[in-house]
């Protein structure tokens, strides 16, 4: 089992899409959105799972909400009963989700040594961010240290993503900048990312699924450029086959990538893109 740093613990949220394995190997902490339905709450990621949201779409699209601050109070507690005195926090985007603030409100009364950090994205593109603080804490860095590294290699960090239908996005409300664009009589397949303020943006217009993989690579290898280390992640709500496609691909197109992450999108970001989402993430570490 990885060693765990005794100085400087990393929490982050359940929509920053880290891998479940990698959570439970090194030792991060989580707090999960909340999922409302009418007569039933859900914490995201703990007592829900992507595919009871997607079966259940169709019948109420559920409210989701940032961690509580009971949740949050709750994560800082058992951070402070494991020993540590020291925190990263990392959280998606504050331009699409009020959690980075439910954090640092609870961090000032915790009685620990926090850094909330706002990466201005959202699901693997969070969680790259989250993933390099638990290695460099692994590592030995100092949390001053780590914080400087993770807001720098944040601002390099990407997600390209679409869904088969913006339906969801409008009906959440977080369609951002992408607004008008429905386009799925036309066969549009809009590829979003988030922009510096952390708000969705169409980054291309793309007709059929075939050409929107071909240009989110494209995108990809545009973001990697001439970098010599980076780490790539492949995001799927319900489209395991072409993720598994893709992540063969990659491995085939990066073999020099330090590592490729994969997994499914929260539950509580797959009430917002519905089924079939795929999203490519790119790290540039140097």
Do not use: W
């Amino acid at each position: 089992m990885t060693k765990i740093n005794p100085h400087v613990a990393i929490l982050v949220d359940s929509c920053s899409d880290v891998p479940a394995d990698f959570i439970a190997e090194h030792h991060l902490y989580m707090v999960p959105m909340t999922i409302a339905y009418h007569d039933e709450i859900f914490l995201d990621k703990v007592t829900i799972d992507p595919d009871t949201v997607y079966a259940n779409l169709d019948k109420e699209v559920p409210k989701t909400a940032s961690p509580t601050g009971d949740l949050i109070a709750k994560a800082f507690a058992d951070i402070k009963a494991d020993g540590f005195k020291e925190v990263i926090a990392v959280c998606i985007s504050s331009g699409l989700s009020g959690t980075f603030q439910q954090v640092e409100i609870a961090a000032r009364v915790s009685g620990l040594d926090v850094s909330v950090i706002d990466t201005k994205n959202i699901g693997i593109a969070s969680g790259l961010t989250a993933i390099l603080a638990a290695q460099l804490s692994e590592e030995g860095l100092h949390k001053v240290e780590i914080e400087a590294r993770i807001r720098t290699v944040a601002k390099h960090t990407k997600v390209f993503f679409y869904v088969p239908t913006l339906t969801y996005l409008q009906k959440g409300g977080r369609i951002g900048r992408v607004a008008g664009m429905a386009g799925t009589l036309l066969n549009i397949k809009p590829i979003i990312s988030c922009d510096d303020d952390g708000i969705y943006y169409p980054v291309a217009k793309v007709r059929g699924e075939k050409k929107t993989l071909l240009k989110m690579k494209k995108l990809l290898a545009e973001t990697i450029g001439n970098a010599q280390r980076f780490n790539l992640a492949v995001a799927d709500g319900a489209n395991h086959e072409i993720a598994a496609q893709l992540t063969a691909e990659l491995h085939e197109l990066y073999p020099q990538a330090e590592h490729i992450f994969t997994g499914n999108v929260s539950p509580a970001l797959g009430v917002h893109t519905g089924p079939g989402l795929i999203g490519l993430g790119v790290q540039v570490l140097a």
